[in-house]
């Protein structure tokens, strides 16, 4: 049985790893006095842990993200706006 949560919470680490693919923050609007930051428009948010990030300007955005290194792979650490 743990192993087939550890399996899933591995698979849903990985998805959520290939759909922060699709948020390039080389187009999107730095956050201003931080450049590792940038906006974005989340249009799901499953439990608090925002999914299907688009890069976006600050009038349109819904979260400020920043792109971290985890475990599993690139991680995206995004906060509501």
């Not at 290939?18 to 450049?35: C, E, L, M, Q």
């Not at 428009?41 to 819904?62: F, M, Q, R």
Request: glycine share 6%.
């Amino acid at each position: 049985m743990k192993t087939r949560i550890a399996s899933w919470v591995a698979a849903a680490a990985l998805t959520v790893s290939a759909v922060v693919a699709a948020a390039a923050p080389a187009s999107a609007d730095p956050v201003p006095g931080n450049p590792n930051q940038f906006y974005a428009y989340c249009s799901v948010d499953l439990l608090g842990v925002p999914l299907a990030c688009t890069e976006t300007d600050a009038a349109h955005s819904s979260h400020i993200c920043q792109y971290v290194v985890t475990g599993v792979g690139l991680g995206l650490d995004c906060i509501l706006r």
